[in-house]
C-alpha cells in the first residue's frame, strides 16, 4: 500500500468499533494483521486486545513495547484487564499493578481471585447501587450527579441494605414508570435471584436464557453484592463454549487462530495426529492378528473398511447427540438409561436393514452368499456396539473429568474401528475357512 | 406417582419460569413428558411451547385438543406465535387466526412475511417511540401514563420523525441522567444504526455481538421503523447456529429430539448411513481395483485403514478451522488463499514427520523397507490432499449454496479415503510387484 492508501485505511479501521477491528484483524494473515495492528490508535488497543482470541491476541502482545502496552491496558475496566492479565508477560504485569491506584488494584486483585470461567470472573464490579427506604425521586436526583453517567447496559439499579447485601433490582423501565414519591421498596423487584460468584460460566449462561436476562447481580456465600454480570459477556460464553464443542471434536483448541504460524499449527495439529495414528494402529494390528484369513479370502480386505465406517458413522450421531445433551444440561446419570434404551432401539433397526443392504451388494459383488453373512452380522454388532458407547461414553468420560467434546470422538472411533475389524474378520475366520 | 405426589410435582413444575419447564420437558423421554406436560398449568402453556425445539413442540401439540390450543397460542406476542405458527396443524390456524383482534392479526401477518431467521422473523413489534421535540419531562409523563408499563427488555426509547422513520435512540440511562428540560434530540444517541428487517439472523447476531447491543431497531427499505429485536432472541440465534454446526456434522438436525419415537429416530439416522454407505462402497470399490496385489502383499490389506485414517483426521482439522472461520464471517474468498496456503504448509510439514514414523514403525513390522517407502509416500501424498480439501470444500460448498456444516464432513473422508487407498495401493502395485 502507498502513503495515500495506509492513511486512509487507518481512517477506515479506526472508524469502526473495537469488537469490529479485532474480527477484522482475526481475518487478515500474520503479515497484514502487524501492518493493520499499527494502524489501529493507540486508545483503541487495550479494548480491541479484549476481544481477541487468545492466539491472536498473544502474537499481537508480542509486537508492542512495554510502555504502549502499559498505557493500553491501563485505561481498561478491571474486569477486562483480568481478562487479559494472565496472557501480559510477566515483566510488564508489576509495572501495570504499579501504574494503577489503590481502589483499581484492589478491584483486579478480586477479579484475579476468581477463575476466569466462573460467575466471579465474568463479572464487573461496576454496579450502581440504592437503597429501599430511597424514594424514586430521591434516586433519580443522585443519578444525575453520577459523574459519568451509568454504565453500558445498565437496565437496573441494584437495591441493597446498609450491610451491602442484595436485596433486590430496581428496573430503569419502573423507575421511569412509577410515581417519583414511591419508595425503591414498592418499585423495585424481588424475584431476581443474584448470582453466587462460584457459579460455573455455564450455569451463569443457563441462568440469562432461561431468565431472558440483560444483567444479573453477583453476590458473594453471605449474600453480599459483589459486582453483575452483563450480557455481552455471556453471550461471549454462548460463543466460545458452542466453539469448543465444534473445534475440540477435531482436535482444535476454540482459540485457535485461522492463520496461526504454520510451525506452531504443525505442533499443535501433530499432537491429535499422533494420537490417532496410535488408536490407526491399533485397528491395524486387530486386521494383523488375521492375516492368514485376509490370504484366503481377499474380498475380506475389501469390504472391512465399510463395516468400520458404518460403525464410525452411526456411533457418531449418538455421540453428538449425548453431548449436546450434556452441554446444555439435560442429559445426566439420572435419564442415561432412556438415552441408551432408545438409541439401541434405533440401532437395532438400522442394524437390521443395513445388515441386510450391505450383505446383498456384497451378494452381488462377491456372488458368495456366506460372505454376505458373514458381513450382514459384522455390520449389526458394530451399529449395536457403536449406540452403546456414543451413548454412554460422553456420560463416563464427564464422570473421569475428561472433556467429552475432546476425546469421545477419538475412543468411538476407535471402539468401531476395532470391533468392526473384530467381528467381521472373526467370523469369517470361524465361518469361511 | 401417587396422587399426593403428582400434586408437589404439579406444583413444582409450575414455580419454574416457562423457558425451565420447557427445558426440563426436553429431558424427559416421550412418557414421562406427556405426563407432566398435563401437570403444567394452561396459561403456560403457550409459553412453554414458544422455547421447546422444534421437534418437541410437535410432540406436545399433538396431544391437545383445538380448544386447548387457540386457548394457549392465542395469548401469546405476536412475534412469538409467529414462530410456531407453522407448527400448528391447519386446521387449527385458521381458528387461532380468527381469535385474534385486527390490530393483532395484522401484526401477525407482516411478522409472518418475513423468513423466520431474518431480521423481520426475529423482531417484535412492541417498540415505544418518542419525538426528538419532546421534553424529558413530557417522556417520563407519557411513561407513567403507559398502561402496561415498559415491554420487558427495554433499554431505550425509539426516537421517530412525524412519518415513522428511524432517528435513533433514547437510552433509559441518559433519560434518568439528563435534565428533565432538555429534549430529546439533545440526549438521544445517533450512532445506532437500525438493522434493515431483510438481514439474516446470522448478521444480526454479529451486529449484537460487535457493539454489545441489548436491543437494535428494525427499519423497513425506506427507513420507516417496523419493530425491535431484543438480546434474548439473539441469543438463542447464536445457540441455534452453534448447534447447526455441531449437530449438522454427524448429520443431526439441530431441533433433534433427544428423546425422539424409535422409528421417527431409526428413519432419519437411515437417511445419513445411506449417503455413508454409498461413499463406503466406493471407497470399497477402489481397494477392490487392486484385490491382485493385497492378495500378493497381505501387509498392504493391514496397513491401509493407517493410511486413510491419518488423511481422514488431518483434513477435518483444515475443515474445522474453514467451517468455524466461514460461520463467524472471517473467511471468505478474499483471504481464503492464504488459508490455503497456510495449511498445506502445515501439512507439509506434518507429511514428512508422519510419513516417517509410519514407515518406521512399518518397516519394524513387517520387516520390508519397501512396504515403508510404499506407505511414507501414501502418508504425505493424503495429507496434503486431505489439507487442499479441508480448505478449499467449504467455500466451494458455500458457493454452490450447500451447507458445508452438514456436507462438507461426508465429502472431504470420501476424498482421503479414496486417495488414501489409490495411492497406497497404485504406488505398491507399481513398486512391490
Redesign the interface.
Known amino acids: 500500500l502507498q502513503q495515500g492508501g495506509m492513511r486512509r485505511a487507518a481512517r477506515m479501521l479506526n472508524a469502526l ?1 473495537p ?2 477491528i479485532a ?1 477484522l484483524l ?4 500474520p503479515k497484514e494483521r502487524e501492518l493493520a495492528w499499527n494502524l489501529v490508535e493507540a486508545e483503541y488497543d487495550g479494548e480491541v486486545l479484549t476481544y481477541l482470541h487468545d492466539d491472536v491476541r498473544e502474537h499481537l502482545i508480542q509486537l508492542m513495547d512495554t510502555g504502549e502496552l502499559v498505557a493500553a491496558v491501563g485505561s481498561l475496566d478491571t474486569d477486562d484487564l483480568a481478562d487479559i492479565f494472565q496472557d501480559l508477560p510477566v515483566a510488564i504485569t508489576q509495572e501495570v499493578v504499579n501504574s494503577l491506584d489503590q481502589q483499581r488494584r484492589d478491584r483486579l486483585e478480586k477479579a484475579l481471585s476468581f477463575p476466569e470461567d466462573s460467575a466471579g470472573g465474568l463479572m464487573n464490579t461496576d454496579t450502581v447501587t440504592v437503597r429501599p427506604e430511597m424514594t424514586l425521586d430521591v434516586v ?1 436526583r443522585y ?2 450527579r ?1 459523574k459519568d ?2 454504565p ?4 437496573n439499579l441494584i437495591v441493597v441494605n446498609r450491610k451491602g447485601n442484595y436485596l433486590g433490582v430496581l428496573y ?8 417519583p414519591e414511591d419508595s425503591v421498596a414498592e418499585a423495585m423487584t424481588l424475584d431476581i435471584q443474584a448470582i453466587p460468584a462460584t457459579w460455573s460460566a455455564r450455569e451463569v449462561a443457563t441462568r ?5 436476562l ?1 444483567t444479573a447481580p453477583v453476590i458473594d456465600e453471605d449474600g453480599g453484592l459483589l459486582g453483575r454480570i452483563t ?2 459477556d ?3 460464553v ?2 466460545e ?3 469448543h ?3 475440540g ?4 483448541s476454540e482459540t ?1 487462530d ?3 504460524p ?2 506452531l ?2 505442533r499443535r ?2 499432537l ?2 499422533g494420537v ?2 496410535l ?3 491399533l ?2 494390528w486387530v ?2 492378528r488375521f ?1 492368514a484369513t ?2 484366503q479370502v ?9 463395516v ?3 460403525g464410525g ?2 456411533g ?2 449418538t ?3 449425548a ?3 450434556i452441554a ?4 445426566s446419570i439420572k ?1 442415561a438409561r ?2 441408551l434404551w ?1 438409541e439401541m ?2 440401532a437395532g ?2 442394524s437390521v ?2 445388515a441386510l ?2 450383505a446383498l ?1 456384497a451378494r452381488l ?1 462377491f456372488h458368495d452368499t456366506n460372505i454376505a453373512l458373514v458381513i450382514g452380522a459384522a455390520i449389526s454388532i458394530n451399529l449395536l456396539a457403536a449406540a452403546f458407547s456414543g451413548a454412554m461414553l460422553p456420560l463416563l468420560l464427564e464422570r473421569f473429568g475428561i472433556d467429552p467434546a475432546l476425546a469421545g470422538g477419538v475412543i468411538l472411533t476407535t471402539v468401531t ?1 476395532v470391533v468392526g475389524f473384530l467381528s467381521f474378520l472373526g467370523l469369517a475366520t470361524i465361518f469361511l475357512l
Chains 1, 2 share one sequence.
Do not use: C, Y
Open positions: 468499533q469488537a469490529e474480527h482475526e481475518s487478515l494473515p433519580m443519578l444525575r453520577l453517567g451509568l453500558d447496559i445498565t437496565d430503569l423501565t419502573d423507575l421511569v414508570t412509577h410515581d440469562f436464557e432461561q431468565h431472558d440483560v450480557v455481552d455471556v453471550m461471549d454462548i460463543r463454549e458452542a466453539e464443542q465444534f473445534m471434536q477435531a482436535g482444535l485457535e485461522m492463520f496461526a504454520v510451525l499449527s504443525a495439529r501433530a491429535w495426529l490417532n495414528l488408536t490407526a494402529f485397528a491395524a486386521i494383523g492375516e485376509i490370504q481377499v474380498a475380506l480386505a475389501v469390504l472391512m473398511p465399510v468400520a465406517s458404518m458413522i452411526a457418531t450421531q455421540l453428538t447427540l453431548i449436546r445433551g446444555v444440561g439435560q442429559l435419564n432412556w438415552l432408545k432401539a434405533v433397526i438400522n436393514i443395513w443392504v450391505v451388494i459383488w474401528d
